[in-house]
């Protein structure tokens, strides 16, 4: 074995020894020749030698989920997970895997994204640290086609004309290349982009050049906002630090967020977060303030559909925030069967050609199992579907599209239909873009069926646009029971700029020059769909510059558009939120209808009421037909509504709506457990003035609504407080309920409380577990409960569908440590008798709770404002700062005050200030026998301070230094410390003598 493979096992080796803290406590280590991630691999040929791109996930915890421990900073997380995949890839070497790597993944997951032969995948199973691989999809559709999409092309024309000149937009994301093309070129007045802050590398965002690849996702979400609002401003506030490919750290969020009112954004554009957001959060909270202080925020809604329901991101979570869907809007196959009327909306495979001159025409299909050779020919060799389009079930063998499609092609197929093997939607791709490829449509299981069970076995096929929502889009309802998203957009291929690569540096293998000699590349996701919301936003604010966020919130979701799946039934509200943006629709609506979703939370059978508030926005007085839609109408619950309702011009009304639960209703548990729908209100003389508002509802589920009151708790013996009371619903009595931290499933119980009845209900924590031994570290963790029916019986935790989270959780932080009152500074204030009074607080509330520590100057708290550390790259620690007016009486008299700082866990620390206002360090000497003479001292910092008649420097702490030459007749020198700003006051004077 060579020095070099020895020396790689040895890293590995020595990062396996380190502290659990440091790299995660859970699945650090893989299963050895674990392949069950192959089942991702099912449609493409594992025999070929052709590169595929693929995303490797890794043991070992990523940086968001320690950031904050004492024991480790986010920087040397990110650190130590760079070195496992280093080692992890000189694994891959050593085993002889032909790779090229992409990416990598620290912030929000451990992984990296490598190109590989397909044929050598499998050998990724004997490395330990892979604990899954995925198949990396990237897809090439427009901006021309998401725009159309939701209208913008008409909003910008006459006679609407907006284009949201005139207004601000706030990209809080990663660095933007603004030299690119799709934002003129350069940066300031006359260009899209016009100033901003780099909070990376702490310098102007017009100092920032020459970024390359870590300005991807900034990049691409600016250029969308550029995009749907051309006449719009741009100001970019870079969060991302390097490699966080699009993540960001919490202080250099809140820093931007402060930016941007003062620099007088209107509408923020916030890409960012991580799974499972909670309402009763600091994150949420500082949204929220935002949106009260004028400001539109628009959010991701996160990206962790498939993770299953209650999946909402943490910034999404804001109740006055827009969170946004991601919809699939491009061009599809849209399938007709002529015999029976059926219609299905067939999806693209990536990279495959579309279906050209085949629009319009109605065509015979061959059903051929799999799409083996054997079942495209007979027996003696003649082709059964020269001409024709080919039936093929997704699996099977051959396994790979491609090999499907060319078999198929070799044999003079036109097209391929390929129906999924399982239920629900599927996306697959034919790897590259080859000659003589035919075009492939993927559809549902149920339609491929139908089209095999059919007699007739025609097809008529037409290009088009259908709108679906992207199964990895994240998901309501919040642990709070709100709906969410609230509204979807576009965010499925998305095309938008990418920046130029950095010296020395390569192109994304994405990516692809544009006509003008810039770069692009397609990217997905709710970050995607999000800057087109808030460009819809900015156009919205020009139109209406009055409106207030709510207004703005109200008019996007009143107005959304119904979002379906192909078989006509509608996503959820939980899916699609509201449904599909529509920009004119939003412009000028007649009515604004609040809240903009309905949700009744957790209910029982009986009777449960709520209201909308109509507001009218028009002169005229309308009268709307109102109707429920149940997402299944076989659901036994009733939503009452009056069928008609007249509102007056400039007017408003409540409206009481009712739902009635009926007994056969199934109760919610973890399969079972979304009621929704949506009401409808229909202009009765105009078909094209409707409105809607989606509810929604759970029955009986267990427990929800849980928080935690206050959202810290220290251990320390000192603190002022030492327990933390958690508030929930129970639907049904339990006979015990128990507590636990995520992560530490079996160690940490605690709070055992039973039996309960159905109802609200406390339990006060005093921070003592079922085990004496254990301990916790600091740090912020998610709470969840565990019920136990009867007695006997085992303990249960609500978790969604996909095991990921629960619908009842609360996030604690655990914080032993004292906020540090740190660099104390006084000076003389520019208000006559007053000191002012400078520093910060630097304290685990803020670097982990996200909290703002309280400052008291002798018992008066003080306003403070927060400050982020970003001195260089890697860092993005926040300190609260105070900035205090001490009045004072300098009569020479020593002053004294006391500050004392506390956080939200109850530690707290005090620092005594004492000082005199002028003093010297030699106030008299026998004799001046010399031709000059050291005079030095102190003085309050502001104060002018003159020796023999010559002003000398006072520094920042309030120190001087003179060298006073004195005549040979002289036998004495004048100090004089004096505040010319403050009329009436008496300086001070002292004499060397």
């Not at 791109?53 to 024991?71: Q, R």
């Not at 760079?82 to 990416?103: N, R, S, T, W």
């Not at 559709?141 to 939701?150: E, G, K, N, Q």
């Not at 020919?377 to 039936?391: Q, W």
Request: proline share 6%.
């Amino acid at each position: 074995m060579g020095r070099k493979v020895i020396a790689q096992i040895l890293v590995l080796a020595l990062l396996l020894g380190m502290p659990m803290t440091a790299l995660g406590a859970n699945n650090l280590v893989g299963i050895a020749n674990n392949t069950q991630w192959l089942v991702h691999f099912s449609d493409y040929d594992l025999n070929s030698p052709e590169p595929i791109s693929v995303v490797v996930e890794l043991a070992g915890a990523p940086v968001i989920e320690v950031e904050g421990l004492e024991t480790l900073t986010e920087s040397a997380q990110e650190e130590a997970l760079i070195a496992l995949q280093d080692a992890v890839l000189a694994q891959m070497q050593a085993l002889g895997i032909d790779h090229e790597l992409q990416h990598r993944y620290t912030l929000l997951l451990n992984g990296i994204v490598v190109n590989m032969p397909a044929n050598q995948l499998a050998l990724l199973g004997q490395v330990p640290q892979v604990i899954d691989v995925y198949p990396n999809y990237e897809t090439f559709d427009a901006l021309d086609v998401s725009v159309p999409a939701i209208d913008l092309p008409k909003a910008w024309e006459p006679p609407y004309g907006y284009d949201g000149t005139g207004v601000i937009v706030g990209v809080i994301d990663g660095r933007i290349d603004w030299k690119h093309p799709a934002f003129g070129g350069g940066i300031g007045p006359g260009y899209r982009v016009i100033g901003g802050w780099d909070f990376v590398d702490n310098r102007p965002l017009a100092e920032s050049v020459n970024i390359g690849h870590d300005a991807r996702h900034g990049t691409h979400v600016a250029a969308t906002v550029a995009a749907v609002a051309p006449g719009a401003s741009i100001m970019g506030y870079a969060a991302s630090s390097p490699h966080h490919l699009g993540g960001s750290t919490l202080a250099r969020v809140l820093a931007a967020m402060e930016m941007a009112v003062k620099d007088g954004v209107r509408v923020i554009n916030l890409s960012t977060g991580d799974p499972y957001g909670h309402e009763d959060t600091i994150r949420t909270k500082a949204i929220n303030r935002l949106v009260d202080a004028g400001v539109v925020v628009v959010i991701a809604n996160g990206n962790s559909g498939r993770s299953g329901e209650r999946t909402t991101w943490t910034y999404a979570a804001a109740e006055k925030a827009i969170s946004v869907g991601n919809a699939d809007t491009n061009i599809r196959a849209l399938l007709t069967h002529p015999a029976t009327g059926t219609k299905m909306a067939g999806v693209m495979l990536y990279h495959s050609p579309d279906i050209g001159d085949l629009h319009g025409g109605t065509f015979e299909y061959v059903d051929c199992n799999y799409g083996a050779e054997a079942d495209l020919y007979d027996e003696e060799g003649n082709s059964l579907v020269e001409g024709k389009i080919v039936l093929v079930s997704r699996g099977g063998s051959p396994s790979g599209f491609r090999v499907k499609m060319e078999n198929a092609a070799a044999a003079g197929a036109i097209a391929m239909i390929v129906y999924n093997n399982r239920a629900g939607v599927f996306t697959g791709t034919i790897d590259t873009k080859k000659d003589g490829d035919i075009p492939c449509i993927a559809v549902y299981q149920s339609e491929g069926q139908f089209l095999v069970d059919a007699e007739d076995k025609t097809i008529t096929l037409e290009r088009g646009h259908y709108f679906l929502m992207n199964d990895r889009s994240s998901m309501g309802p919040t642990p709070m029971l709100n709906i969410k998203p609230d509204v979807s957009a576009p965010g499925t291929s998305i095309v938008a700029a990418y920046p130029y690569p950095a010296p020395g540096e390569d192109p994304d293998a994405n990516a692809f020059l544009g006509e003008d000699g810039a770069w692009y590349i397609s990217l997905t996701g709710t970050s995607m769909a999000t800057p087109h919301v808030a460009g819809v936003a900015a156009i919205l604010l020009q139109a209406n510059p009055d409106w207030t966020p709510e207004q703005v919130k109200l008019a996007i979701m009143n107005t959304a558009t119904d979002i379906k799946h192909s078989t006509g039934e509608s996503f959820r509200p939980i899916e699609q939120g509201a449904g599909m943006v529509n920009v004119l629709r939003a412009l000028n609506p007649n009515v604004f209808i609040k809240p903009g979703s309905l949700a009744f939370k957790e209910v029982t059978v009986g009777e449960t009421t709520r209201s909308l508030k109509l507001e009218s926005n028009a002169d005229k007085a309308i009268t709307y037909r109102i109707r429920v839609e149940k997402h299944d109408p076989t659901h036994d619950y009733e939503i009452v509504v009056p069928r008609i309702l007249s509102l007056a011009g400039n007017s408003s009304v409540d409206l009481p709506v009712e739902l009635r639960v009926g007994a056969d209703l199934p109760i919610s548990d973890e399969e079972n457990n979304v009621y929704c729908g949506y009401i409808y209100f229909e202009n009765i003389h105009d078909p094209n003035d409707t409105y809607r508002v989606p509810y929604h509802f759970v029955n009986q589920m267990v427990i929800s609504q849980m928080t935690v009151d206050p959202i810290a708790l220290s251990f320390h013996p000192d603190a002022s407080h030492k327990e933390v009371t958690f508030s929930f619903v129970l639907s049904r009595p339990v006979n015990d309920l128990r507590f636990r931290f995520h992560g530490y499933a079996t160690t940490s119980y605690f709070g055992n409380t039973g039996p309960l009845d159905a109802g609200f209900h406390t339990v006060v924590w005093d921070g003592t577990f079922n085990d004496p031994e254990f301990d916790i570290p600091d740090g912020v963790y998610a709470v969840y409960p565990q019920y136990q029916l009867e007695p006997g019986d085992t303990y249960r935790n609500m978790l969604n569908t996909g095991d990921q989270t629960s619908p009842a959780l609360a996030y604690l932080a655990i914080d032993r440590e004292a906020p540090k009152i740190c660099d104390v500074a006084v000076e003389v204030a520019d208000i006559a008798n007053h000191l002012r009074v400078t520093g910060y607080i630097d304290d685990l509330s803020r670097d982990v709770l996200r909290d703002v520590p309280v400052v008291y100057l002798d018992g008066e708290q003080l306003e403070t404002t927060n400050r982020a550390d970003l001195s260089g790259p890697g860092r993005g620690y926040d300190f609260t700062c105070f900035d205090a007016l001490v009045p004072v009486e300098l009569d020479g008299s020593t002053i004294s005050f006391t500050l004392e700082a506390k956080d939200r866990a109850g530690n707290s620390s005090v620092q005594e200030i004492e000082l005199l206002p002028f003093e010297l360090d030699n106030p008299a000497v026998d004799l001046i026998d010399s031709d000059v003479h050291t005079v030095s001292g102190r003085a309050i910092p502001g104060m002018e301070v003159t020796v023999g008649g010559q002003v000398v420097e006072v520094d920042s702490e309030g120190y001087f230094v003179a060298e006073v030459a004195v005549p040979a007749a002289v036998s004495f020198i004048d100090v004089v410390a004096d505040v010319p700003g403050w009329d009436n006051f008496t300086p001070f004077k002292q004499q060397i003598q």
